[in-house]
């Protein structure tokens, strides 16, 4: 398959990034390497043209033949695919692949740092299975679908939001494949091609994705130190007269930040004045590990999107859009061009979860911190150089690697079978490289495990000599870091 998407040279040069930083020894695998990495996790998306060789190799100033023998490479690999006379396109192997991204698959081997996920609380999930099971025949008769979602789940989220604070029916609730699923059917339904979306930045990278399969320009707004910086919200707002705003307020993904009662009411007055539809992603929002969560906005300039992903379990795909009853059929609409509808033995299992949400959590919050100690411990004595944020919610640190370095280490991790969601897959244009997300979402010998890989493969990355000076010139503490053994 082909597209018409392209990447062109200047900014394939700028995703790239200090590519012959790497732990590669010639300059045609470092870039092939590189190269392989941004198309795994979605910088490159797929079926995109790519540069021609000599386009790529005049935009970094290398030689043709290394660019060709990338491309050869990757070729070989199963990663492009050219047609002659016409282009070179992103491609994936048919099977196989192992790294981490969007793409990866369950069970390759590798020690999973790249998804920020828990695994199920299995005596839930088969309980939930089992009474879904036995209320299935009540549905068998009928044709099964319901782009709105059934109504017994409907109220039991509904239920959930008026729990939380804000009074909600079910006929404000549509039902849907995940909270991401509800993102990109909101823009579906509210964008036209060309139109601008503000995020975060950075911000979670498949709504990134979402946003540019859309046809939309995503905008982004930078944090400042302690999280939002209202004041470049605001300006931006005016200077880009976005069509929607998405964010997520609850334990960001990835800084963690978690935004104020008053800045969730600024952001608001802020949209709504601008006549801009508020997307609050709370996927997350019921993981709060150390302060309990403030209530959520429930105006009717705002779409809620939630999920049943992190509080139980990424593989039910279940998860909601909340709004009100005249947006919930507009974005139901939607559907017809997707999906149709949300399986209905699903279904059946989310209505018999939503309801045990606190005592799944509260289980799950207690897991979860025990995990992010430890994690915080092991890397502090193992990575000593790395600076860790102190996330007050959600399911990952957001980690300061002391130079631009992440995507290297990436493609280390991987050589030491660790998969790793590199800094830049959260940004624009090749941005954060000096930072990578750390989940404490796995079991406590595989964390283990994991950080003592990635001190072998942080290690590799310093003691190649061209990354002892970064990009930008800050001297790495080499001393520091080569204490990991
Ligand atoms: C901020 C955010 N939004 C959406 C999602 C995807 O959620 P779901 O599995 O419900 O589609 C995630 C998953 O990590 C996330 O972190």
Known sequence: MTTDRRVNGAHLVRL?????????????????????????????????RIPAERELAEALGVSRTTVAAAYERLRSDGFLVSRRGSGTWTHLPPAGVSAAGPVATLGDGLLDLAHAAAPAPEEYLHAAAETAVTQLARFLPTHGYDPLGLVELRSAVADRYTARGVPTTPDQILVTGGAHHAFALALRALTTPGDRVVVEHPTYPNALEAIRWAGCRPVPVPFGPDGWDLEMFDATIRHANPRVVYLVPDFQNPTGFYMSAADRAAVVETTTRSGTTLVVDETVAELWLDRPPVTPVGLDAVLTTGSTSKAFWGGLRVGWLRATPAMVRRVGAARASMDLSSPILEQLMAAALVPRTLEVVSARRAWLRDARARLRSRLATRLPSWTLNSPAGGLAFWVDLGAPVSSSLAIAAEQHGVALAAGPRFGLDGAFERYVRLPYTLEPSSADEAVDRLAAAFLAVVEDPRNTRSASGVEMDVSRAARLT
């Open 16 to 48: 790239l990034g200090d590519w012959r930083n790497g732990p590669l020894p010639t300059a045609h695998a470092g870039l092939a390497s590189r190269l392989r990495l941004l198309i795994l996790d979605g910088r490159v998306p797929l079926h995109t």
